[in-house]
């Protein structure tokens, strides 16, 4: 018996996925979810072997929820169009259905998923991958949603004073303090506005609409000061790109 | 011609020699005219090319000239002296024949500089209005997709469950979209018409988000009569519906209210948000920036698309000005 989670904001969308389950009677619907700060709780709560998650959904989307969740089950995504995601899908998830679907192309994507199960396929990896590949569409690339303690946060991109890489993950520095992201510096690197954000140094990455001024420090190195106050570590590399950007 | 058969004719010279001559000398000037013309019509030169004009001019002058000499001559020499008047007045006669044919030519370059400018002119003008067009279309088509797929996914979930009202939603559904495809963009309806439209939708949208959507429409009975530009509330309700359901958990009410203003038909939209989530961008979402431009294309003006974000709701003002009765 494998455990299964649906998580749609439309009532109807969820029922159709009931409906197909009912074929499917080693799936069993544990419960089912109208929001991913839901979804986010019962995962964790029921540790699910699959979920049937929807992209579009209030607050924070499906791949934002899976973010946020340290080992993220099984999932099959069902959406009605979406670019980005499809862009997503296709490189990295087991299977996606785009809606409307029948109970044909649904039992097509469940055997799908249960031969990778036997296959015993690496599938956390490739969830990885896929959400840096979604985190680039334009929807997610002016936020970042992060967990404090149970509490779910979403910090828009300008409200970031800067990013510091900490072991695992980053720290990202805003007017409340920081919180953590379990991603690397290359992947924020590469999702944030290059204009906007500017790796000044292999440890740090700082938004150049908080600094106010670049002063010398020590040899050959810089330090840029914050609106806040804050300092930040400029190397002889990242200068080069500060002076890039702000056309110096 | 007769001026210049009277002018002969004053000095002395008999009357049919007078005519002659007259005919003569304007036929040939007339014919060269024509030939000039003829030339500018199809080669325009430029106005700075005086220089080449010019030197047209004089060429065509000399020409002239040298015709209408042999020809008098040949024509007229059996009268008494007339060979020596014939040379004495060359000078008079190729200045009033420069002079005529240089006025002729610059209205001919300035006429046909002006016809070829007001060709360009329209062309630019009927260019303008198809790109128009186009760019209209496709602002609406962007708006469809997500909502067309994900209503279908809805009707094929109710098909199972709830027959009946699947086959009210496929009706909404098809009504909704043949009111898409019969309007045109340039078209004014209504508000009658389009609030019809508007409920529609809201019918469907309300069937796919349940409980969560509670739409209050107030409109104002003055205000059913006034006009604005077809399917134009559609986006803007649909930016709210979005707006508000995904920036917040929970019921949604999307208020939508019309007032008749004088000259001017006001639409207000609100829809709550979360303004502790929400960047100021995600506020102009790509349904109020349509709706924007094709006021200004309509109006051009800037200014009548105003938003407001108060009390963790977010107000769209839309003011439409009455075209006088068109």
Known sequence: ?248 | MADHAILLWSLDWPVELAVIDSLISNILLLLICLLVMNTVRYYVPEFTQYLNILCMCVVLTILWLLLSKWLLGLALNSYEGYAIFLRRSLMVRSSIAFLILGIVTMIGIIWFNWQDQKRSEERKSDAEKLARDAELFKLRQQLQPHFLFNSLNSINALIGSRPEEARKMVQQLSDFLRGTIKKEETQWVSLQEEIQYLELYLEIEKVRFGNRLTPIVTIDPLSLSRKLPALLLQPLVENAIKFGLYDTIGETVIRISTVAKENELEVIVSNPFDPETSSPRQGTGFGLKSVQRRLYLLFDRNDLVITEAKDNIFTTRVTIPQLSEA
């Not at chain 1, 389950?21 to 979810?33: M, V």
């Not at chain 1, 929001?35 to 499906?62: C, R, S, T, W, Y």
Request: hydrophobic fraction near 40%; charged fraction near 25%; aromatic fraction near 8%.
């Open chain 1, 1 to 248: 018996m494998s455990k299964v989670i649906i998580i749609d904001d439309e009532p109807l969308a969820r029922s159709i996925v009931k409906e197909y389950l009912q074929k499917h009677p080693e799936l069993e619907l544990i419960t089912e979810c109208g929001d991913g700060f839901e979804g986010v709780k019962a995962i964790q709560q029921h540790q699910p072997d699959l979920i049937f998650l929807d992209i579009q959904m209030p607050k924070i989307n499906g791949f934002e929820m899976l973010e946020l969740i340290e080992q993220p089950p099984n999932v099959i995504f069902t959406t009605a169009f979406d670019e980005y995601a499809i862009k997503a899908f296709e490189a990295h998830a087991i299977d996606y259905l785009l809606k409307p679907f029948n109970q044909e192309r649904f039992d097509k994507a469940v055997a799908k998923w249960m031969e990778q199960q036997q296959n015993n396929a690496n599938t956390s990896a490739k969830t990885e991958e896929l959400l840096d590949t979604a985190s680039q569409s334009p929807s997610q690339s002016n936020r970042v949603v992060v967990k404090n303690g149970s509490k779910i946060k979403i910090i828009p991109v300008h409200d970031i004073f800067y990013l510091e890489a900490a072991d695992d993950y980053v720290k990202i520095h805003t007017q409340e303090g920081y919180f953590l992201k379990n991603k690397t510096m290359s992947h924020f690197e590469q999702v944030l506005d290059a204009q906007q954000f500017v790796r000044s140094h292999r440890s740090y990455i700082v938004n150049v609409q908080q600094i106010t001024r670049i002063d010398p420090y020590e040899k050959d190195n810089h330090v840029a000061i914050l609106r806040s106050g804050l300092k930040v570590p400029v190397s002889r590399g990242g200068y080069g790109k500060l002076k890039a950007v702000l056309g110096l």
